[in-house]
């Protein structure tokens, strides 16, 4: 759980550093955390799980909360930026 932590919140603050869409980042930061929580799994097994692909998608939606949550702050301070700059 420490690992999908880690990764969701590394994801989700690059990705919506890097990317304006809330949505896209959001949901490209859930994909690559599934990833990478799914890729250090099979190095710590040394094989890839049996249930990795229920892994894959329970790991995404737990990123995409996070990822969404994290995204909030990045859209607000965009919104205010924008707003700044149209005034």
């Known amino acids: 759980m420490l690992v999908l932590g880690i990764a969701s919140i590394g994801t989700a603050l690059l990705f ?3 990317v304006r869409s809330y949505a896209k980042a959001s949901g490209l930061a859930a994909v690559v955390a ?3 929580f799914e890729i250090a799994a099979s190095i710590h097994l040394g094989h890839v799980d049996p249930f990795a692909l229920v892994g894959l998608v329970t790991g995404g939606a737990v990123a995409l909360v996070v990822a969404l949550l994290i ?3 990045f859209r607000v301070a965009r919104a205010k930026a ?3 700059d149209e005034g």
């Open 82 to 84: 924008g707003a700044s």
């Open 71 to 73: 995204g909030i702050p």
């Open 16 to 18: 919506h550093s890097l």
């Open 34 to 36: 599934a990833i990478v």
